[in-house]
Structures are given as C-alpha cells and as structure tokens.
C-alpha cells in the first residue's frame, strides 16, 4: 500500500502535534509515504512582510486562489520552497528518515499549463476575464521519479509548485497537486491533513460520502475545505482507492486517519 499525505499549512509550526513525525515515520515504513505541503498563510505573511499585498480571486465555481503575478510566484517560491520544504525535510531527517525535498520543477516533478486567462467573478457576482498571471492546470507527473525515490527509501517531500511549458515557475495549489500526485503513483490512499476533523456541513462532520455526492456538496462547503473536497474528488476520479479528510492535529494523525476515527472518508462511486 502507497499512502500520499498531503500536510496542510494550516497545521504546521506552533500548534502540531509532536507525535505526526514518528506517526509519517511509521506508515512510511509500512505502507510507503510521500508527503505534499501546503503553507499558504505562510506565504501571505511573508509577502505582506516584503509589502507585497496579496489578492485573492474566486472563480465562477466558488474556488477561492492566489492572484499571483510575477513577484508573488517568487515570493511563493521562496516561501514553499526555501522555507516549509526545508524545515519539513530536516524535521523528518531528525527521526531518520531520508526525506528528499523536491519542487514539481525538480526533474519535471509537476508538469502544467500557464493559466493565460482566468474567469473571476467580481463584488457585484459578475464574470470578469483577467490576464492569468502565474498558476497552472496540471498536465502530467513525473512518477518515474517519485516511485524510483520511494522503491529505494527515500521519501520525496513536494511543494505545490509546477513547471510551466515554457519553464516557468508556476504556482499550483497543494490539495490538488497531492491529488495529482498520488493518482500518478497509483496510491492506494490519499490523506488530507488539516486543522479541522473533515467537512462539516450543518454543524455536523460528514462521516462518508461518495465521489458523487462529494461533488454536490462542493457549493455549501466554505474556502479552504471547498478545494479540499474538489482534490479528494478528483484523487479518486484517477484511480485512488479512497480519500481521507482529517485533523492533522490529534494524536497520531495518519494511524487514526486510516482507520477512520473522525474524519470524513470519500469513496469511488
Ligand atoms: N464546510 C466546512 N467544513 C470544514 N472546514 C471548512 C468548511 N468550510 C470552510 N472550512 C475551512 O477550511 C479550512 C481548512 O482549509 P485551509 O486551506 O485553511 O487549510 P489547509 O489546506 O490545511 O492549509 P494550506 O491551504 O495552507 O495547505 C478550515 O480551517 C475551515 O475553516
Ligand atoms: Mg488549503
């Protein structure tokens, strides 16, 4: 079994859980594990740090992303990269893994098309076309890479970061890249970590949901777990046995996401 978990920036830093490094060691050594991070809080305060203010768009599906132009996709870079990998990396070198940091650029890791045009809906809830800026579709992964690291021990770490056709650096968002990722491994599961126990919806966490109804969902699930389920969805659409939507911040995180203590678990169908 190949579990590829993707860590929410929502959950790193202050607030995690001691016991998730010797729980990704653990499924790691049982089933194999790729890790995917997020960090977009992160990003934003950097880049208000360096001045840079950030926007945000949402397009006519109510998926709420990152304007990004020129700067911010350095700045994203920098951040993700730079900064969250490395720390990822060389906190699970501290319980001895061999974890490998890599970009989606990193030996064409995450393959996308520059977005030239994108659909947002403004204040008034009209359509406007905007110049696209930095984000990508993603096209292909490399999985000849990522499964040659994990068959010889190693554990690739990958930033939500793309390469575009014409090599640029594109920003790419980490649920949906995990999604990506683990349906070119072929992994049996994919596990979203975050800072919430799964999709609530009247005030109550959903359990279980196929596919299907995951999709009908998608417009009373508010930003942030509305890209989620979009990932899980899209995850089990290419092949991914189930997903997993759960609290990175319980004790053993991904144990108690596999066997489906409180969170919310997205089945093909
Ligand atoms: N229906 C919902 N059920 C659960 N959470 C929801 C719902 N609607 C919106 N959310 C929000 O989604 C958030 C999780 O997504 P968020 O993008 O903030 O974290 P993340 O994906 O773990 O981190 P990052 O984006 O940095 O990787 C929750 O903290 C919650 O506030
Ligand atoms: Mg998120």
Redesign the pocket.
Known sequence: MVVVVKI????LGEGVNPTILEDIKDAFIHHGLLLVH????QVTEVAEKLGKTQTFIVSPEGIRSRYTDKETVVIYTMVMVGKINKEIVSALHGVGINAVGLSGVDGSAIMAERKKKLIVMDERGRKRVIEGGYTGKIKSVNSDLLTLLLRSNYMPVVSPIAMGEEGELLNVD??RAAAYVAGAIKADKMIFL???Q????DNRLILRMSGTQAKETMPR????????VLAAVEAIEMGVKESIIASGLVENPIKSAIEHKDCTVIYPG
């Open positions: 929410g920036g929502s959950i997020g960090g977009g809080k980490g649920d975050t800072d919430v799964g999709v609530m919806m699930i508010g930003f942030g777990m509305e890209k989620k």
